[in-house]
């Protein structure tokens, strides 16, 4: 089955600092791309960075990064130098072959001035 | 561009009525999606279409219809509601070109769905 696992529900960091947030997946599909997005208190959905299977280095966006071990099946996405702003929902996502696409449950995270 | 458009926003029902979600993009994209958002339990695939007059389950379909009118719209239907249908709806369009999986989803604003 395919799957999407974010084990942390809660996260909090310090301004300023980094925090690493957690995704693992499942799935038999050899071509698939990875995806996080950010869910504010506002409720949009708004995309953050892209990996896809086959890329070998590591996808960065500014303060976002994504580390992808293909092996594990794992792509956490690290949020460098925290922002007061940053606190929000954060969504790890999979799309598959035929274009669906499947979630994680999502981490909460919560940045302390 | 409005991007993805969703109504009604709020909607509340009670437990047997039906209704239908519309959604509809301008960004002539092939897939488009429905989920559902619940707290702790991200958000669910409810059906999707990778393009015009296909539709495929996902992973919570039960209790649900889609519609792919045309390559803009794509409407859900709830023909019985039920308390556990509660939710925030969201639909989202996807512009992945045949055998890539690179391009990310756009959301529509959301329906606050509420069955007494």
């Known amino acids: 089955a395919q799957k999407i696992t974010q084990t942390q529900p809660g996260m909090f960091v310090q301004e300023k600092e980094a925090v690493t947030l957690d995704c693992t997946y499942d799935t038999s599909d050899q071509s698939y791309g990875l995806f996080w997005y950010k869910q504010p208190s506002s409720g949009e959905m708004i995309f953050l960075i892209y990996?896809?299977?086959?890329?070998?280095q590591n996808a960065t966006e500014g303060r976002y990064s994504l580390n992808f071990q293909k092996a594990r099946k794992s792509a956490n996405l690290v949020i460098s130098a925290s922002q007061l702003g940053d606190s929000a929902m954060y969504f790890c996502?999979?799309?598959?072959?035929?274009?669906?696409?499947?979630f994680g449950p999502g981490t909460s995270l919560s940045v302390i001035p | 561009n409005a991007g993805v458009t969703q109504t009604p926003k709020f909607q509340v029902l009670k437990t047997g009525q039906s209704m239908t979600l519309q959604c509809a993009q301008d960004m002539n994209h092939n897939s488009m999606y429905w989920y559902r958002q619940d707290p702790g339990m991200g958000l669910r695939l409810i059906y999707y279409s990778a393009s015009e007059g296909t539709t495929d389950k996902g992973e919570v379909p039960n209790g649900y219809n889609v519609s792919r009118l045309n390559k803009r719209e794509f409407s859900l239907r709830l023909e019985s509601a039920a308390p556990s249908q509660t939710s925030v709806y969201f639909c989202a369009s996807s512009g992945n070109i045949p055998l890539t999986l690179n391009s990310p989803l756009h959301f529509g604003n959301g329906t606050r769905l509420t069955v007494t």
């Open positions: 990996q896809g299977s086959y890329d070998e």
């Open positions: 996502a999979i799309t598959l072959k035929y274009d669906k696409v499947i």
